[in-house]
Structures are given as C-alpha cells and as structure tokens.
C-alpha cells in the first residue's frame, strides 16, 4: 500500500507545493492535500490554536486537522529561511511545535528544518526528508532534481502571469488555457502574503471580484525573483523578511509602472512584518500618489466591510480617470 | 415636478432627499432606522409621497448605506453606491473645492481626502465603533440630556477634562469617574468631543494629509461640541454644510442623475411600495460545508432577491447579483 502524505493547503503551499509533491510523488508515495478552506475548516483552525497567532497559521491548524484523519504522515516542513541572511516568520518556525502540543490524535509529523540562512542548496534538506522514507540516495537526489525542475517551471507560469491555483492546474489538471486575459477596466496590483489572496475563502474571493469587474489584476507571485529583489534593495537597510520583501519590491515596482492603475494591499490582523511592510509600502505610495487600499483581514471580517472599500477603491480610480466628465455634476 | 431620489439606508438612520433637475434639495427626510430597515424606507416614501406634489416624476434612484442593497430592491434602484463615493460626490458638489471629508455616523466614520474633486485617499473605521454617533447617543442616554442638547452644553465648558477616548468602554469608565469627582456636565461633555475628535484623528485620521476646506457631515456633524473639537485639534475652520446628515443619499441622488444622463427609464418601484409587504427572511444553506446565511426577501409572497451565499447558487438563481463588486 502506498503511504500517504498530506500536506495543508495553506501557508507556504501556494510558494512550494510542486517542489513537495513532486518529490515525494518520485520516491512513490501518495500526496493529499486539505481541500480548499470552507468555515467548518476555518472554524476548527480556530477552536484548536492559541488566541495570539495570526489568522493565516490558525487556519493552517484547520487544514492540518481537516487531513489528520486521511494520511499516514503529515509533512510540515520547518520554514527557518528561505535565502541567504534572510528569516521566515517565527510563526512558521514553530508551526510544527504548535501542531505537535495543540492537536491530539496526529499523525507521525515530519518536520525538517529548511535554514538557507547560511547555504544556498536545497539538497540537504531533501536527502534528510528523503531518508524518512528510503535509504535510497540516489532515488532521493533523483527525486530532488526533479522536484526543482518541476518548481522551476511552475515559477514559469507565475510570471507568465498565471496565480498559484491556476498555474497548479494547468501543471496537474491538464488545463491549458489558465487565467482569461482579463477585462477592459483597469490594472490593480494586489499585493499581499500569497496564503491571504490566493485563499478565496480568506480574502472574500477578492481576486474574483475584481476580476467581475473587468479589472485586470497582477500579483508579487508575478514578477520575477531578481526584479523583486532589485527594487525591495531601494531600502534603506536590508529587509530579512523574505515574504516582506517580496511584497515591497514588488509593490515599488508596480508604483513605477504606468500600467497600473492602483495597488490594493492585504494584511492580516495580528501579523506582525505585515504592520511594518503596509507602513513602508503606503509611505512609498504617497510619494507616488497611486490610488492606494489597505485591506485588514481577520475571522470576523464581515463581507460588508470588504465590499464597501472595494467599491470606493474601484470608483476612486474610475472618476479619476474620467475627471473632465465630473465636473459638469 | 421632476427629479431624482436620493436613498442612504444606514445602521441608525434612514434618509431620503429628493433633488430637482437643477440639482436643488427639495425634500430631506431623517429617519431612525431602529432595526427595521424595511419599514424605515416604506415611511420615509410615504412621507416623501405625502410632501412632494401630486405629478412628481422620479427620474432616477440611487441607494447607499450598509443597507444599499436592501434599499436598491425594495425600491428599485437605478445606481447603487457605497457610502464613500457617495458622500464624497455629495461634498464636493455642494462644497465646491473641498479637500477633506470628516464623517461620522451613527456605526461608522470615514475619512476622505479630495485633491481637485477626486478622491484621492480613504479610510474607515475597523471593528472599533468607539467615537461613532451610537456612543455618543449612548452617553447623552445615560446622561440624562437629550442628544439635541448634547453639542450646546458641550460649547458651555470652560475647562473641559481629559477623558481616555482609546476604547468607548475605557472613556465610560473614565467619564463616571470624573463625575462622581464632581467635574461640571459641561466640562465631562467637551472632554468626550475631544477625546472622541482624538480617537478619530488617530485611528480613522492616522497619516492622512488633512487640508482645509474641511467638511464636517454625518449625523454627528450635528453635534456642535464635537465641530469645535475638530476645529480646535486640527487648527482649522471646519465646515458642516446644509443637509450634513442625509449626505450619503444627497449623493445617492446625485449618481442617479449622473447615470440616467443618458436617458432611460428608471426603475424605480413607485411610491407605492410604502404599502407593499416585503419580508426578508433566510435559511441556512447546507449545500457544503461554508452553511452559508441566505437572506431572502420576498414581495407580497413571491422571492425578489437572494443573497449571502458565497458560490452564487441562490444570488445568481434569481439574475440578480448582490453587488457590483
């Protein structure tokens, strides 16, 4: 029987889930995913992790639970550093810790640390997952190189311009026609940890509505590493946290770019780099004069309140661009 | 007579205007919404009806507020809006030129920066309702003083103290303590605009670019202690300008005027429907596992509009779609 591995569709999966899957599905396990966030999924996220960690790892805790009960291992990978002198969140870093003491009844965990802090090869990191599971190395290093070739063309998808789900549809689902080129109305930004706009559950299927409303929408997921990382350097001092950084750089980016015509950016409550990183990016935007939306999330957040400032955000860039027009009111 | 009516559905109050082909204020009308926004709307057409005369026309209608949706339905709306937009069209129409809208309503305050007639930046309160018109009306219950009065004794103070206006809860605490220490009534009142008027600029107010002319709206805007507050935090003359608290449907009028420029029909319902029975009802949908709240309304029996559900397949049953967003 084949050994089943679940990973949570949350947190990271949006980031790094071919590079998982195909890896383990080379060394010939069966990999499950969470299904897609629903409230009883939130709602047991909820119920079974501590008051003061963010919304995003809270609902992680639901899709670990949603799982529990389908696999035999769980794969929780420990996301220490992603690059060289840079940190993931804390909160990553004890993600399997608080599975561990919060949840009863788990599966075995597999937890390796994944540190770039000081390396820039993956390789270690694979051979001691691997190693849970065969003795093999060179089924492990083959696994290991074809599990970066697949990520690489995923992150070819992305910046062609396709979001996560989409371009894991077209790698697994066969689709090929992705994403439709988008309306005619115009080009917002949407910039925001990946696990809170590409979850339609959390953001309130905000990339869905505007795309309703024939705006054209593109992402940090969009742009490539080295242009993100070129901007994010604008900074005064070197940010270390790489999620931020991406978010910055991309949001400057998008700030020079004629082409876009506003930049929405989407913080979870109680996110610690996401208070610092929407300060750095809406002073930025000032000194540009974007039109410009913060949208806080968090599991009260009525639909209402995110309906409202979509709509006075969309009207805000439509009758700037129409001002002539205005003024006989 | 013709012209456009003007619908803002709020959480506290319900307003109708009706604004001539000249973009002249005919009608207002301020209603409490007291929990029945069906009801509030169905008077206040009937008061409406009652005022204006026998051949007035509606050309058009627009609807904002929390209850925009409700509103647009039951009344039959041409152009549906958020309460932003709306009260940032109503500003700068009627004051031609403004920078920055202060808003306060009755669950709700929003800040809006202008800059040559567009809105440029926005801001609304989060969760937190602290320094909204339900608190003050709260306070002026407890108090003893109606809140018509509230404003004037305010202007009274000599000395207002210093109330921590963080938390609504925290600055009741903080005002029955200063109370019971025997501060004057007057006093306590402007220590609360000013604290409030604080909260606000913190919270709402955080690192916008507030320029003069200043408008003051809403129905707090009424409030003549928390305009002096305003004034005196911010170091400039504040505005509140004529028909200050059915702003958001003085907008909504003037958006329907807007987009019926070209022509149409409206679709409004007709006065008529102050005698209707509407109904909103709902159910638990358990197609999956979101159990999704439907909201139903219904017209003397028969489902007009749906909406609540997440996937669409009750929304979108009907040809209707909750919002435009």
Known sequence: MTLKVGIPRALLYYYYLPLWRTFFEALGLEVVISRPTTKTILDAGLQNSGDDVCLPVRLAFGHVLDLKDRVDVLFLPRMVSIARREYICPKFLGFPDMVRHGISGLPPLIDPNLNLYRKDSLYPFFAALGRNFTSNRLAIYLAYRQAVYTQTRYVQLLEKGFFPEEALAVMYQGLTEGREPGGDGPTVAVIGHPYNIYDPYISMNLLSRLARNGVRVCSAENLPETLVREQAARLPKHLFWSLGQRMIGAAWHYLQSPGVDGIIHVASFACGPDSLTGELISREVKRRGKPFLNLTLDEHSAEAGVVTRLEAFLDMIERRQFLPARESV | ???????????????????????KIREAIYLRTRGQPICALQEGLRQLAGRLPANTAV???????????????????DVVKNEITSHAVAASTLVPGVQTILEIGG?????????????TDFAMNTVCAAGTGSFLDQQAARLNIPIEEFGNLALESTVPVRIAGRCAVFAESDMIHKQQMGYSLPDILAGLC????????????????????????????????????????????????????????????????????????????????????????????????????????????????????????????LGYQESAV
């Open chain 2, 1 to 23: 007579m013709k012209g456009y009516l003007g619908i803002d559905v709020g959480s506290v109050s319900t307003n109708l205007v009706f604004m001539d082909e000249n973009g």
């Open chain 2, 59 to 77: 050309r058009g209608v627009g609807t904002t507020g929390s209850g925009r949706f409700l509103a647009g339905i039951i009344a039959g709306a």
């Open chain 2, 107 to 119: 669950q709700d305050s929003k800040i809006i920066i202008l800059r040559n007639g567009v809105v």
């Open chain 2, 194 to 317: 000013e604290a409030l008027v604080r909260n606000y600029l913190n919270n709402v107010g955080k690192g916008k670019e507030i320029l003069p002319p200043v408008v003051f709206q809403g129905g707090v805007a009424a409030n003549a202690g928390m305009r002096r507050a305003f004034e005196q935090a911010l170091g400039l003359e504040v505005h509140v300008p004529p028909h200050y608290n059915v702003m958001g449907a003085v907008g909504a009028a003037i958006l329907a005027r807007e987009k019926m420029a070209g022509g149409g029909t409206s679709r409004f319902r007709g006065f008529g429907v102050a005698e209707t029975r509407f109904k909103a009802g709902g159910f638990v949908c358990e197609n999956c596992p979101n159990l999704c709240e439907v909201v139903e309304i219904t017209r003397e029996g028969e489902v007009i509009a749906r909406w609540g559900d997440r996937c669409g397949r009750w929304s979108g049953s």
